[in-house]
């Protein structure tokens, strides 16, 4: 029995080491073909009771799991239709200039008809406030640049205590230098900062705000407009 068992693995061996084509196999499929070989050897022995299920049984039983990871592949999804994907907008380099001659008032695009808004001139510093004894916050720019402050003054036009409150309103302030260089407001947190002023203003008082902007101290300066819109009102105020 025993020299029939070598002469079956010989000869296994022997057909093992001709050309063959390669068939890869996972790590269960390598076990059951391991199993199987096995009891093709042990069914010779008269001691051995077969009770092995066949190859190809064996694979039809086992074929979910012949790959264990099968969920972890990605899989390739369906490509998307070109005209469904977004098309980034390109944002413009210069400012979308107001027709002069049909422009809102500064107070129709601020939209709160309690008070009325009043452009009142600009001043450029080096830091703001400038009154160094009671000031209890400054804003500074970076080397380079200096802070171009907007003066603003708002009047309660009613008879009334009213607030005035812009600090969840969307209106966007654009400093343009000589027609093409935009210049944002700084989030300074100061009280009467105009983005978000929000306070009480009793009949007929009139109380300053400011918009500040940091800006290159190399710049010519020879033309300033300050833009301000909401939805579809505009104005341009010539600060300089």
Partial sequence: ???????????????????????????????????????????????????LLSYQESINTNIEDTNPFEDDIPKPTEAANKDD?????????????????????????????????????????????????????????????QLLVVDFLIENITNEEQTIDLSKSIIQYQLDINTGTIYKPELALLENNLQYINMKVKPGDKIPAVLIFEVSKDIDMSKINLIISQGSKSKILEVK
Avoid: W
Wanted: glycine share 4%; charged share 25%.
């Fill in 1 to 51: 029995m025993k020299k029939l068992l070598l002469l079956l693995i010989c000869i296994f061996a022997i057909s093992l080491s001709g050309c063959m084509k390669e068939y890869p196999l996972s790590v269960a499929q390598t076990d059951i073909v391991a199993e199987y070989m096995a009891g093709l050897l042990l069914e010779h022995d008269k001691d051995y009771s077969p009770s």
């Fill in 85 to 145: 994907i977004p098309v980034p907008t390109k944002v413009a380099d210069k400012p979308v200039i107001p027709d002069k001659d049909n422009q809102n008032t500064l107070s129709e695009v601020i939209g709160d008809s309690n008070f009325n808004f009043k452009y009142t001139g600009y001043k450029l510093v080096n830091t703001y406030p400038e009154d160094e004894i009671n000031r209890v916050f400054s804003l500074d720019p970076r080397e380079g640049y």
